[in-house]
């Protein structure tokens, strides 16, 4: 991990990387935060998501399928660097992580009073049923699902993390 670092860090100066509790790509700070330890072969592909995910310039969403196109162009860009320092990715844990956003938008996307799968209204965090009509918000977080409580008050309701 630590001969990784040290040619990212020299190949890409722009970059900060700081050690952290985890994975993680910070717009706010521009940093690359990675975990201290991370000894195993898919922290490396952590590293370089994240690493990709800062040399793309991604910032912030504005709609749940724009995310998940951000993670994807990540991810290619993970293959390029990791093609550059010889290492292979393996292609199902890459497809296992599109998965957990996936999955994510599938289950924002299902209408809370019919389970129609629905459309995201542009520019808002807001979903309408084509089917039933019913629109419901969703939180900006990754991990929340929307539910429709019987007062008719949108709640949410942890269902899963995304992986990085």
């Not at 195993?40 to 749940?64: I, K, P, V």
């Not at 993970?78 to 996936?102: F, G, N, P």
């Not at 084509?130 to 269902?159: D, E, I, L």
Request: one cysteine or more.
């Amino acid at each position: 991990m630590q001969k990784l670092l040290k040619i990212l860090q020299a190949n890409h100066p722009q970059v900060q990387y700081t050690p952290g509790n985890r994975f993680l790509w910070s717009p706010e700070t521009n940093e690359v935060f990675y975990k201290l330890d991370g000894a195993e072969e898919r922290d490396r592909w952590a590293l370089l998501h994240e690493t990709g995910h800062a040399l793309l310039g991604h910032q912030s969403y504005s709609s749940d399928i724009k995310l998940l196109k951000m993670e994807i162009e990540a991810w290619e860009k993970a293959r390029e660097l990791a093609q550059q320092v010889a290492i292979t990715i393996d292609e199902d844990h890459i497809q296992d992580c599109l998965d957990t956003y996936r999955d994510w938008l599938n289950a924002r996307a299902l209408c809370p009073s019919c389970t129609t799968r629905s459309l995201q209204q542009a520019g808002t965090k807001t979903y309408r049923c084509h089917n039933c009509h019913t629109s419901w918000n969703v939180t900006p977080s990754r991990f929340t699902r929307p539910y429709r409580a019987r007062s008719g008050k949108p709640v949410t309701t942890t269902v899963f993390a995304a992986k990085a």
